[in-house]
């Protein structure tokens, strides 16, 4: 466990003075980077892995959580760099940082209201000073709880997933995107996990108790596992349930 990490457990003892580190630690960190240090080389291979299955990626590239916008410019950087030009790149934020922690959210006091805010301007400005075109990208503000209804789905020509990244820390927002996303997701679709191991192995809790919710709807798929990723991710490939 690196240094930081054990700062952050022995701070959540004391949730007022872990908020307050947290906010700061960010005020002094302020530079364009990512979060999640694997997210971008796994959001590579999810890319690589498709192209070398089909021969091409024909779907999209879905984010859930931008922060400053760090993992979806390398998701853009790496389509380029593999000559991807069919996917189109959608990413949902509310640019005002988390939700309130409701329900099992609050469990060990990690996640707060307001965490990881940054406008869209601030990440539209991130993007676009890094190159990305902003006519060709597709950012949909708000919390997911408002912003994923039915009527979304007709406001963009949306195409089966190819690499989904859920970066969205909560249970409830990976409940939610998973909902909103089930036209989408297919079989081959990669599904990267940001926060799978946020509480260690547990499956009653975060990302993997909304996962496992999501298989449980749908028996017609079944997940394998590809690789763990830096700090807490993983990601897995959907394929035919049998
Ligand atoms: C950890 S940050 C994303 C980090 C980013 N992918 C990176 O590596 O730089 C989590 C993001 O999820 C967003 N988020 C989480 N739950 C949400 C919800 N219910 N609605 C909208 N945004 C949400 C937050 O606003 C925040 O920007």
Redesign the pocket.
Known sequence: MSFKSKVEDLLRNYPPLFRFASRMYHKMHGSFR???PG?PGAIRKGFERVQQRDGSVDGDYY??????????LQAWNHARELGLSNVNFYG????????PAEGIDQADGRFFEGQ???SREEVENNLAGEGVLLDKINLVE????D?LTEELHSRFPFKPAAVV?L????Y??TV?ALKWMEPYIQVGTILLF?DWFSYGESNELGQQKAYQEFLDRHPEYRSEDLWEFENHGKGFELQAGT
Request: proline share 3%; hydrophobic share 30%; aromatic share 26%.
């Open positions: 990512t979060l999640s997210a984010e859930f959580g931008l922060f400053r916008g760090y993992t979806f949902f934020d509310s640019f005002e940082g988390l939700p990881f805010a940054c708000g919390y997911y709880e912003s990244l970066d969205c820390d909560y409830s927002s939610t940001d």
